[in-house]
């Protein structure tokens, strides 16, 4: 008997101490948007992502770039790259890091009123992590939000 507890204690030991599988390369998965739909009446809307680092050496930022499908142009599109702040994530110090961030976006991020003459169908976005070592997450393209009259 005792030897059956031996060996469930070390088994558990081994089992705590296992790597949950996040590496040292930062990964951003999408979880929704705020709103279904952009309107006229849409001024502003918000992206969830889950954000995770093994490492813990992310930064408080990320890189967001605006797609519109109307905008491609022989396969290729000019993606405006912006900065964006993950207030919830901070410098995690060495620590694994899992969170939910909260991307606010602005009017003129979702609606583009100098780009009248261009006809809007929809719209989604790339985005991109790097760390302070360097490593860069894979890019995440979120789903197609639609524009509705």
Not at 55 to 79: A, N, P, Q
Request: proline share 5%; glycine share 6%; aromatic share 10%.
């Amino acid at each position: 008997m005792k030897k059956i507890l031996f060996l469930f204690l070390v088994a558990g030991f081994f089992y705590a101490c296992k790597k949950d599988g996040v590496g040292p390369k930062p990964i951003v998965t999408f979880k929704s948007y705020s709103v279904d739909s952009i309107t006229p009446a849409t001024n502003d809307m918000t992206i969830f992502l889950n954000v995770e680092d093994g490492d813990g050496d992310i930064e408080d930022t990320l890189t967001l770039g605006t797609i519109i499908l109307s905008h491609f142009k022989d396969g290729k599109i000019d993606t405006a790259w912006t900065p964006k702040s993950m207030p919830e994530i901070g410098r995690s110090k060495g620590l694994n890091v899992k969170a939910e961030v909260r991307i606010p976006l602005q009017t003129i991020e979702i609606k583009f009123s100098d780009y009248v003459t261009i006809p809007k169908d929809s719209i989604n976005f790339s985005i991109i992590i790097k760390d302070r070592a360097g490593n860069i997450s894979d890019t995440l393209i979120t789903p197609k939000i639609s524009y509705r009259a």
